[in-house]
């Protein structure tokens, strides 16, 4: 029997996974893989970017991927290679190389780029299918080119050029108040760096967080010395030339008139699914490129996507006919790691012949969690309550809140019928993990709210707690790892958190969670709770 030829397009953190799953196959001589990479260099984790932009942590610790190990069972990776069309009819991708590859099954795993906002001095391109037929060779796996001074933060060379800024103490602007611009924000001001945050909605994370919370994290950007300018829309760039000539961002112009001067402005806009592959293949694409549950295109049954690039619609002959669809790519590392271990044990059971054994992954709402020095901020579910809403209209909503903005601290918790749906959390850590564990398992709240804020109290002793440190309890949301797995890596040697990461991959997605596998391990170490484990 042939080999099932798998082709995958990308070669960030899912791709990785995607290789890791299905190199089961490759080695049996069921699968034959081929892996395109657009970048040099071996797959790592994009989510530690910011860190690695302000010299917190070192490219190898980065890694993800592992092509020795790839290579070695049979597959076949190319860096720095990209697929620059794809033939449907003939089931064949052309290559940068001028190489051209069959497949049986290919495989989307392109991730996003970062959004270029509409402003007078920076070019940014269209990439609709009349835009990418007639630049194609400009437009297809290329982000656009922008001005010296200006930078997004989605890959190595991106991280270089805030690096560089922040090791001279320059002024960098932050355009735009979400997840992935704050963390950079913090850390650059953190290591010393002059920042200033623009954005133009009325708090930090306003997709996230409600007005309440959002004005304490705003304090609480501000008590760390980063500026933060509200209300702001940002309208043009204005340029220096230096001394050797070069022309070089200057100032951000925004609608209301002001002029914001620094060395470095970082783009932190969103970002968008890269789909220029999918719409020159005449593949259906909304905001990702349209998949089904179980991840193969509307369009073609041979094709796939995972990750960023993937827009997950269960297709109805209503939909099939609407211009718009609901739903996007979730923009987050732990949804489409699942997918990518889903699908590659999919393939493994279509090369063997035998029955997929597993449903496809079905997502929850996904936790938002902000990852900063002496900042903690987490949020899910909707937040748009009011404790004060008349009860009529919502008969089964109950909205507890409680602020001390003096100390940076907040909570908002939304049930139904007294099951939690939707909370935020703002310098309270201990109590967001006790929501968390409570949102993950469907779980009622206490009849009196006030109890879970003593989980931040100068009395609480989270080794006493024994819920917090049950076996079943998820410590890592992004690989599923428990307190009961972490105990038996640790049981087999591996004392600190790294050696965990390496062992069970818990912390090395977000690393939102080493906090609580460094406490699970120190428990561990010490049954009175005393860490004697290093991080």
């Not at 006919?321 to 732990?334: D, F, K, Y």
Request: proline share 5%.
């Amino acid at each position: 029997m042939s080999p099932l030829h798998v082709v995958l397009v990308g070669y960030g953190p899912v791709g990785a996974r995607f290789v890791e799953e299905i190199l089961p196959g490759v080695r049996t001589g069921a699968v034959a893989l081929t892996v395109l990479a657009g970048e040099d260099v071996e797959a790592y984790n994009r989510v530690l970017v910011a860190e690695y932009a302000v010299g917190n942590t070192e490219l190898d610790a980065m890694f993800v991927g592992d092509r020795e190990t790839a290579e070695e069972a049979g597959a076949r990776v190319l860096l720095g290679v990209d697929v620059t069309a794809v033939d449907r009819a003939a089931r064949t991708v052309a290559l940068s190389t001028g190489e051209t590859l069959a497949y049986d099954r290919l495989v989307l795993a392109t991730g996003a780029r970062a959004n270029v906002p509409t402003l007078d001095g920076i070019e940014r391109h269209r990439r609709d299918l009349a835009s990418l037929e007639k630049y194609g060779a400009q437009l297809v796996a290329r982000d656009d080119d922008l001005p010296a001074g200006i930078t997004a933060l989605r890959d190595l060379a991106d991280a270089e050029r805030v690096l560089e800024a922040v090791r001279a103490r320059r002024r960098i602007i932050v355009l735009g108040a979400g997840v992935l611009g704050l963390e950079l924000a913090l850390a650059a001001a953190h290591a010393g760096a002059q920042v200033c945050v623009v954005h133009h909605g009325p708090h930090p994370m306003p997709r996230n967080l409600d007005r309440g919370g959002g004005h304490v994290l705003r304090s609480a950007l501000r008590r760390t010395g980063i500026q933060v300018i509200a209300h702001s829309r940002a309208e043009a760039v204005a340029f220096r030339t230096g001394e050797d000539g070069e022309r070089r961002f200057d100032m951000l112009v925004t609608a209301d008139g002001k002029q914001i001067r620094g060395d470095l402005l970082v783009l932190s806009c969103g970002v968008s699914p890269r789909t220029e592959l999918a719409v020159l293949a005449g593949l259906r694409t909304a905001s990702g490129v349209v998949v089904h549950p179980s991840l193969a295109s509307w369009t073609d049954p041979a094709i796939f996507a995972i990750g960023d690039c993937a827009q997950v619609v269960e297709r109805t002959e209503e939909l099939a006919r609407q211009r718009t669809l609901p739903g996007a790519p979730s923009g987050l590392i732990a949804p489409g790691w699942r997918q990518a271990a889903w699908l590659a044990g999919s393939f493994l059971d279509e090369a063997v012949e035998r029955p997929t054994s597993a449903t496809p992954p079905v997502e929850r709402e996904p936790l938002v969690m902000l990852k900063a020095e002496h900042i903690d901020v987490v949020a899910v579910g909707d937040l748009g309550g009011d404790p004060f809403d008349d009860d009529a209209l919502h008969p089964r909503r109950r909205v507890s809140q409680w602020a001390d903005p003096e100390h940076l601290r907040y909570v908002k918790m939304v049930t139904e019928d007294g099951v939690l749906t939707g909370f935020a959390s703002v310098g309270m850590p201990r109590t967001a993990a006790e929501l968390t564990l409570l949102f993950e398992r469907g779980g009622e709240l206490p009849a009196d709210r006030s109890i879970l804020l003593r989980f931040d109290g100068p009395d609480y002793d989270p080794a006493a707690d024994a819920d917090a440190f049950a076996p079943a309890t998820t410590v890592c949301w992004c690989n599923a790892v428990t307190v009961g797995r972490i105990e038996e890596s640790a049981a087999c040697g591996n004392t600190t958190v790294e050696c965990v990461g390496r062992d069970t991959r818990a912390g090395t997605g977000c690393g939102g969670c080493r906090g609580r596998i460094a406490e699970v391990l120190a428990r561990v170490g010490d049954p009175d709770g005393e860490p004697t484990l290093t991080v």
